[in-house]
């Protein structure tokens, strides 16, 4: 019997997430890739080049899945940053004539819309260094986020249940722990994350000064994520 592309059959859930390939599905513009053509461009308006091109096209159902689940959720997370700058204006608004920057507008609110006025600009405010590194602390934090990539890339490969009530689910046609899918995408957007992090440090794209993710808050994801998955009983 043919599985279903949402529900898997055994051999596709054999399969491992190659994290590559749902990076290189998720730069991709789909409506600017032309696929019989051979021409696959990317989110930023350029062309794939060669291995982002293999990625795509070595991708599985489970990793379009993963792709799907990871811009769904960057959907959401997106939304609710427009919902909050659009907050921001409606507090700063009536203090602004019209010329003011918001460092000029803050000082200007009553405490209470001052306070909700920060804390969303905190939430919305891309994560910088306060200063350039130095060449000795860029591969000092380079090496780390290789360490913290590889822990990352073992946690993917290895096998992690679905848990109700700290137990593993499992299916009853096959008696088999199901897999949780979410830990997979959550480890995938962790290494995503270490990847533009590495590119950054490496000033390969973006400012060089700007670090997404250290390796210590990368460390930390992955070890929420591994006390997600883990039964309570193995926690001892």
Not at 63 to 73: H, V
Not at 203 to 212: A, F, K, M, N, V
């Amino acid at each position: 019997m043919n599985s279903s592309p949402d529900d898997p059959g055994e051999d596709e859930q054999d399969k491992p997430m190659q994290p590559a390939v749902i990076e290189a599905l998720i730069s991709m513009d789909p409506y600017l890739s032309d696929f019989a053509a051979g021409d696959l461009v990317r989110r930023d308006g350029q062309p794939m080049d060669p291995v982002e091109h293999v990625n795509v096209l070595s991708a599985t159902p489970r990793d379009i899945r993963a792709a799907k689940d990871y811009l769904a959720l960057k959907r959401e997370a997106d939304l609710a940053r427009y919902d909050a700058i659009d907050r921001l204006g409606e507090l700063t608004g009536p203090y602004d004539d019209g010329t003011m920057t918001l460092s000029d507008v803050l000082p200007r609110m009553p405490p209470a819309e001052r306070t909700e006025a920060e804390q969303i600009l905190t939430h919305i405010r891309p994560a910088t260094a306060g200063d350039p590194l130095t060449s000795e602390q860029r591969q000092a934090e380079y090496s780390r986020l290789e360490a913290v990539s590889t822990d990352v890339r073992a946690f993917i490969a290895a096998d992690h249940p679905r848990l109700h009530d700290g137990k593993p689910i499992t299916d009853p046609r096959t008696s088999k722990p199901i897999p949780d899918a979410m830990a997979w995408v959550e480890a995938s957007r962790i290494l995503i994350e270490i990847h533009r992090a590495i590119d950054r440090l490496c000033q390969l794209s973006g400012y060089p000064q700007e670090i997404t993710i250290t390796a210590d808050e990368a460390a930390a994801k992955l070890d929420t994520l591994k006390k997600q998955v883990t039964p309570p009983g193995d926690n001892q």
